[in-house]
């Protein structure tokens, strides 16, 4: 178990339709001063800083700590989208206990207007700027069609099994004012939806928005402000199959043991997850590789634990509620962990004591090739 | 015009690949020969449209009769199970597009 502790999160509101005085940087700064105001500190009391943007450049992490005013002495920057949030968490937790820092702040965020999107979408990598943007098959919609079809065929799953977890997800984001998406779905408005890349509708894919995420760790022996979770384990996995699998299975499936060996807890007792949602199918096959779905039962999980149930799966609403803000994705959701366990949710919060926190990303040529997971306790 | 569509093998352990990469994943050596891949047949199909033109653009994972998984541009409404022939057609000044078209007496 790590002795690191997450001390505050925040977030810049996310916006549909960015403004020209709304820059990646505005955003980052906004969402700097939410954790900051979150933990009660001053920027003084920060010695550490990680950053993951797509679109600050020609910026470096080392140019936003200048326009930040922060003075620190380890600092970090991460390009693995949805799988940044928690590489720049377990990075900034082994710093803490090694000493290297004491209070690390960790960004994430972008405008990702239309331009943005779609000059990010044709050139993610040399594959897609060669062998898909021609076809043209930009941005990641067309491949989780296939990847979603793969699925339903070995599941024996339709789409209103997948519309589950949209029509759910948006009932968490009725009760958070922060996500962009929040008046009531229904199944039937799910199956009635516009199609984007069949099967997948308009509900399955993330609504881009720009925004901005951070959070705080700090070390737990030198704990100020207000310490609310510590990181009892976290896990991770990159390219562990050469892209020549499946997708249907990510790296957090050899993982799962040691990560519940090294959290000292079990599937049954999380009480809360927050899992990297770009398409319902990823948070089935991540659930399902970190032994969360009992029994691989995948219907029974939809219908009874998610449908009926409500088990507190994404309950900012997630992406697809909440919207996608690039890189701020890979820390949505354990800036929703944190603030659950701090009790800061309002309407939407959960009495619980384990989250998880799982994160996914970077499609090299047909899905994902990064994924992690962290199990996160709170603090009495 | 068209070119015939080429993947890659690994001329010391005979691994097939899609998009051609400095070191073989399966046995780690750098020694590599082109093969032309004609012919596929369609795993998935999906069709999306595209925000430039506004027009539907079908798309479909193709497996290649020597192994690889490739995605490609396909015919509108192709479907699971087709047969199809690949080849490679000019998309802009300097890149290419591969195309999956139904294999005719098929």
Redesign the interface.
């Known amino acids: 178990m790590s002795s690191a502790v997450l001390i505050g999160a925040g977030e810049a509101r996310y916006r549909r339709h960015p403004g020209p005085e709304t820059t990646t940087e505005t955003l980052l700064v906004e969402a700097a001063h939410a954790a900051l105001d979150d933990a009660q500190l001053e920027r003084k009391d920060i010695d550490a800083m990680a950053l993951s943007s797509f679109t600050l450049a020609p910026d470096h992490a080392i140019d936003l700590a200048w326009r930040l005013g922060l003075n620190v002495r380890w600092l970090m920057e991460d390009t693995n989208g949805g799988a940044s949030g928690l590489n720049m968490l377990q990075h900034a937790a082994r710093a803490v206990e090694a000493g290297d820092a004491t209070r690390v702040l960790i960004l994430a965020g972008d405008r990702m207007g239309a331009t943005e999107f779609a000059r990010l979408a044709a050139s993610y990598n040399v594959v897609t700027r060669d062998y898909l943007a021609p076809l043209p098959c930009e941005g990641p919609n067309t491949l989780f069609s296939f990847l979603t079809q793969r699925h339903m065929d070995l599941y024996g799953l339709a789409r209103e099994d997948y519309g589950q977890i949209a029509v759910a997800q948006r009932g968490w984001a009725m009760l958070n004012p922060r996500a962009v998406y929040r008046a009531s779905l229904s199944i039937e408005e799910y199956m009635r939806a516009p199609m984007v890349a069949p099967p997948l509708c308009r509900y399955d894919c993330v609504p881009v928005v720009s925004g901005a995420d951070a959070v705080v760790v700090a070390s737990g022996d030198a704990v100020s402000g207000r310490p609310c979770a510590s990181v009892r384990a976290i896990v991770a996995s990159y390219n562990p199959d050469n892209q020549e699998s499946d997708g249907l299975r990510t790296g957090l499936a050899d993982a799962a043991p040691a990560l519940w060996r090294a959290a000292g807890c079990e599937p049954k007792d999380i009480d809360l997850a927050s899992v990297y949602d770009d398409y319902p199918v990823m948070v089935l096959i991540l659930l399902n590789d970190l032994g969360m779905i009992r029994d691989g039962d995948l219907s029974r999980f939809l219908h009874h634990r998610i449908g009926t149930e409500r088990w507190p799966l994404n309950t900012s609403g997630g992406m697809l509620s909440a919207g996608q803000a690039g890189a701020a994705g890979g820390l949505h959701g354990l800036v929703e962990a944190v603030t659950q366990l701090c009790d800061s949710a309002g309407a939407r919060q959960i009495p619980a004591r384990h989250a998880l926190v799982v994160g996914y990303g970077m499609v090299l040529a047909r899905y994902g090739a990064c994924a992690n997971a962290a199990v996160l306790e709170r603090i009495a | 015009m068209s070119q015939p569509f080429r993947i890659t093998r690994c001329q010391l352990c005979d691994h097939a690949?899609?998009?051609p990469l400095p070191v073989c994943?399966r046995c780690g050596r750098r020694s590599w020969r082109s093969e032309v891949a004609r012919h596929g047949t369609v795993?998935?199909a999906?069709?999306?449209l595209?925000?430039?033109t506004g027009e539907s653009?079908w798309?479909a994972?193709v497996r290649l009769d020597v192994g690889p998984?490739v995605?490609?541009?396909c015919a509108p409404a192709v479907g699971a199970g087709e047969r199809v022939c690949l080849a490679l057609v000019p998309?802009?000044d300097t890149?290419?597009?591969?195309l999956a078209s139904p294999q005719r007496g098929a």
């Open positions: 690949i899609f998009h994943p795993e998935h999906t069709s999306r595209d925000a430039q653009v798309l994972e998984l995605t490609a541009r998309a802009g890149a290419f597009r591969l």
